[in-house]
Each structure stands twice: as C-alpha cells, then as structure tokens.
C-alpha cells in the first residue's frame, strides 16, 4: 500500500512555496494558529480530488493574494513490495498527482505531470482504499465534531467505507436493483405474451408486418450510412485533437530551447563570476555563494533537458497516432457513400439500434403473404415468449435467495467487525475514565440501518452521543476512542486528523496523545498526520516532527531534528 512522501503547496493560501516531508508512522504537523498547518491537509484532499471545499466557497478562494494560479502536489510512494507496486501501471517508484487551480476557475489535475481526468485520479486512490472525502480518513478542522454529530444512518455508510465494507453493501443494492428490473421485466414479458397470443387470433394482420419489415430494412439501410458518418467524424475530430496537441509540444520544445540557451549563457557567466572570485581571493562565504548559484543552473539545465527528452518523446508518439488516424480516415474515404448525414449520432447508439433492428428483422423472417405461415410463425413466437416468462419467474426467485445471502453476508461481516471494534473501544475508553459502547441499530433494514455510539465518563451513565448530553471534549474523546479502535481494521493506509486536541482538558489531552503516539506500535505500515498547535512532543517523540510558522504572511516549514 502507498503513503504521502511529500506536500508541495504553491501559491495556495498562505503557502508561497512550500515542501512537507511526510513518513510512514506519525507525522506531527504543529505551530501557531494561523501559520498555514490546517492548509496542508487541505492541499492534500484538494490534490486527491476532494469535493467540498471546508476553507472556502470555491477553488479559486484558495489562491494565494495576487496569484492566478495555484498548485498543490503529493508525491506517492510506488516501489514494489514482494514484487508488486500500488499502481502497478506506473513505472517509477513514486508518482506525483497535481492539481493546478486558475484564478478564472479553471482547474485540472496532473498525474506526473501529465493532464489527467479526476475519475482516473478517484479509481486509483479507491482501489487503495482512499477516499478523501472520507471523514474517517481524513478529518478537517471540526470534522471530529461533525461526524459524532452526524446522523447515525450516514455514519454508518462513512463506516462501512473507510473498513472495506461498502462492497458488500454495494452488492446487496445492486442485487435489490435486478430484482426491480426482473419484476419490470416479468411485467413486461407478460404483456409481450398477451399480445402474441392477441396476434395469433389475428393472423389476419399478416401483411401489416411484412409492410413493417421492409421499413425496418429501410431505416436499417439508412442507419449504416449514418454509422459510417459518425465513424468518419469522429475520426476526423480525434485527428484535430492530435494535431493540436502536437501543437503545443512544438511550442513547449520551443520553449524549452530557449530556457536552456538562456540558462547555458548564465552558467557561463557564473562561471567566469568564479573564476574571478578566486583569482581575487574573496571571502570564502561570497565564492561558496556563487558556486552554489552555478550549481543550481546547472540543475535547471539538467532538468529542462529531460523536460526537452520527454516532450520530444511524446511528439513522435502523437505524431505517429496522426499518421495512424490519417490512414484511417484516408480509408474510409474510399468507402464514402453518396448520401450525407450531418449531426450523426454516437456510434455505440448506433450500433445498438442497429442490433435492434437486426433482431427484429431476425424475429420477422419467416413472415410472408402467406396466412397460414404467418399464423405458424406467430404460434412459434408465443410459445417463445411463454418459455422466456416462465425464465423470468426463475431469476425472480434465484435474485430472492440471492438477496438473502447477500443480506445474510453484510450483517454478518458489519456486527462482526463491530463487535471486534467494540471490545477495543471499550478498553480505550477504560484508560480515560470512560465507559460506552458501539451499535448497530435496524440492522434487519439496510436502508435505516445506523451507527450509535454510547459514552459515559465517570459517575454519569452511558448516552446515545448528542450535542446536549455531552462537553465537547467528551465528544472529541469518543470520536478518537472511536477512531483508533477502527485502526487495524481501515483499507487506508494514510489517515489525518486536524486538531484532535483542540476541545481537550489537559489529562485528556495527555491520555489522548499517549494513545495516538502508541499507533504505530500495532500499525507500523501506516502514515498518520496529526494537526494540532501544541507541540505535544514529549508524546511523539519518535515521530516526524514538522513546524509551520508565517513570517510576513508566507507560511515556512521546518523539520523537527
């Protein structure tokens, strides 16, 4: 599984340029309030493709003052392990995915640093169990309040999702919704078998359908030429996206040759700057300075070359699909047919009416002037579709047994890995001074089946969570019991709370903390990022200690050694 190695935030919010170290294990995000530390868990979600934005009403709101554009960035780890890579399609040992936000509100995402769509980005961090709109994965600022607040039905669909149980849930609904079309179908099969049967005692009308057979060859006729258009055109608009692409990668190169030019006439200038500091026998400090400065363009030169490689790698590759498109789109001229049909519609459109009217010209084969075949044809197609009612009644009762087991299966895994769960959340609340429980209420309906959670601390007696029942930081402590008590349970392996601490007395505090620094200890595989303004260090001491402070409003970062 991957974890977070790095946070790059440019131009967004308080951040101008920033880079975060991340590693496996606890990763300690702390400062003052308002230096930029709830920003780079936000960068993180924004970059995953998160769909609400807590901080503002919209992306742009995100830019920094006086900036366009903005961009956040996380470098994923991607080496094998025993032989196999979390994104397995992906070479290198780790992989970058960008999100640029324009001040005009466009935005898009990069995966290393190519344009890709947000679904693409969505599926491959879902199949490592990441959803960053998860609240168990990761909680804003407020979102420990939020979710034990939360209504106990959502609550136990967030549950489901961030234990790997959704799929279970998700077979049952899809289950429940082919039993709703079987029954659809079992009506409409049933109509289709009186009106066969309404048919057969009017084989009069015989000639009505050879009539609607010749039309269906007709518009079958007329749907190839339209099939071909939509062919043609859709080539013909592939080819100008290419070509477009191509391009912008001339342009790019350009641009990038004259980056290099540049940048070579400054490496000799620096150069020739050393020199002369040495012949002049300056300070240690100015020379070491300017070969510092040579040696950052020569990094630059290095890297726009490989920038160079690439782009030239990649126009060859679309200028090879052109001349493939071309070809195609040469050959299809050949084929042109004399009538032309604008606006044609999708392909696979097409082709399923084609199929359509295939079928149905399949089924009106036999028919003929002749009444007495016409009537033979009509018995035969009544007792199909008698046969094909009866095969409908079958799969009703199959889908039946079937959502029984699969009902039967979710509640089996659901209180199973609640009972797990509930033992642990117990004995965790026990270290603070807490009693409580976790349910599941209405499991015998999955549709209002909910997630309660119980606390009491001291002499009071355990309670359904609520906002009028309980402080806030007994809420905090029930929701973090709660949370560490799903740890070895979770699919993801990166999970990030903001401010944990921030409704804490002091002993709750200290217990919470001590609780949290333990994680690792049962989860070594596992990145935890933990957001909170106080230090707390005595607490995480082996932990990747990260210090956000803001100097004439730009946030810096600072690794704790």
């Not at 009106?195 to 609607?212: C, D, F, P, S, T």
């Not at 043609?232 to 030019?261: P, T």
């Not at 709370?497 to 333990?518: A, G």
Request: proline content about 2%.
């Amino acid at each position: 599984m991957t974890y977070i190695k790095e946070v790059i935030l440019e131009n967004f919010l308080s951040h101008e340029y920033s880079r975060v170290p991340l590693e496996k294990g606890i990763n300690l995000i702390t400062g003052p309030n308002g230096c930029g530390k709830s920003s780079i868990l936000l960068a993180i979600s924004i970059a995953m493709g998160q769909i609400n934005v807590e901080r503002g009403k919209k992306l742009s709101d995100l830019i920094s003052y006086g900036k366009d554009v903005a961009r956040v960035s996380i470098i994923l780890d991607n080496s094998s392990e025993e032989g196999r890579k979390p994104f397995p399609n992906i070479r290198s040992d780790q992989v970058m995915i960008s999100r640029i936000i324009r001040r005009d509100g466009i935005y898009w995402f990069e995966l290393n640093q190519e344009i890709i769509e947000k679904s693409y980005i969505q599926k491959m961090l879902k199949k490592q169990g990441i959803n960053p709109d998860n609240s168990l994965i990761i909680m804003h600022q407020n979102m420990i309040e939020e979710f034990i607040l939360k209504n106990p039905i959502e609550r136990l669909r967030i549950f489901e999702e961030a234990l790997g149980l959704h799929d279970y849930r998700k077979h049952l609904e899809n289950t429940v919704l082919k039993l709703q079309d079987v029954e659809k179908s079992k009506q409409s099969v049933f109509e289709s078998l009186k009106q066969a049967e309404a048919n057969l005692n009017h084989w009069k009308k015989v000639y009505e359908r050879y009539l609607h057979k010749k039309k269906l060859i007709e518009e079958l006729s007329k749907l190839k030429v339209e099939l071909f258009w939509s062919k043609y055109e859709k080539i013909r608009n592939e080819l100008y996206i290419l070509k477009d692409k191509i391009y912008k990668k001339q342009i790019e190169k350009q641009s990038l040759l004259s980056e290099i030019e540049k940048l070579n006439y400054e490496e000799k200038v620096s150069k020739e700057q050393i020199i002369k500091l040495i012949q002049g026998k300056s300070s240690l400090e100015d020379l070491l300075n300017k070969i510092e400065e040579y040696s950052e363009i020569k990094v630059r030169i290095a890297i726009d070359k490989l920038k160079l490689e690439d782009a030239l790698n990649l126009e060859e590759q679309l200028k090879s699909q052109s001349e493939e498109l071309s070809k195609q789109l040469m050959d299809l001229e050949l084929k042109r047919p004399n009538e032309k049909i604008e606006n044609a519609r999708e392909i696979s459109e097409i082709e399923d009416e084609i199929k359509d009217k295939q079928i149905e010209l399949k089924m009106l084969a036999d028919v003929t002037e002749s009444a007495a075949e016409s009537y033979k044809d009509y018995l035969v197609q009544y007792e199909d579709i008698k046969k094909k009612y009866q095969e409908v009644l079958d799969n009703k009762e199959k889908l039946k047994n079937e959502l029984k087991d699969r009902i039967d299966n979710w509640k089996k895994a659901l209180t199973e890995t609640v009972q797990k769960i509930n033992e642990i959340f117990q004995n965790i609340l026990t270290s603070v001074e807490g009693f409580g429980s976790i349910e599941i209420r209405n499991v015998e309906d999955f549709n209002i089946a909910s997630l309660e959670i119980k606390i009491g601390f001291r002499n009071t007696s355990p309670v359904y969570v609520d906002s009028l029942l309980q402080s806030g930081g007994e809420r905090t402590v029930a929701t973090l019991a709660f949370l560490i008590s799903m740890q070895q349970f979770m699919r993801s392996k990166i999970r990030a709370i903001d401010e944990f601490d921030v409704h804490l007395d002091p002993l709750s505090k200290e217990r919470t903390s001590m609780l949290l620094s333990s994680l690792p200890k049962t989860n070594p595989d596992v990145q935890y990022i933990f957001i909170t303004p106080d230090p707390l260090l005595k607490y995480f001491e082996n932990s990747n200690v990260i210090i956000v402070t803001k100097q004439n409003g730009i946030s810096n970062i600072n690794k704790f050694v």
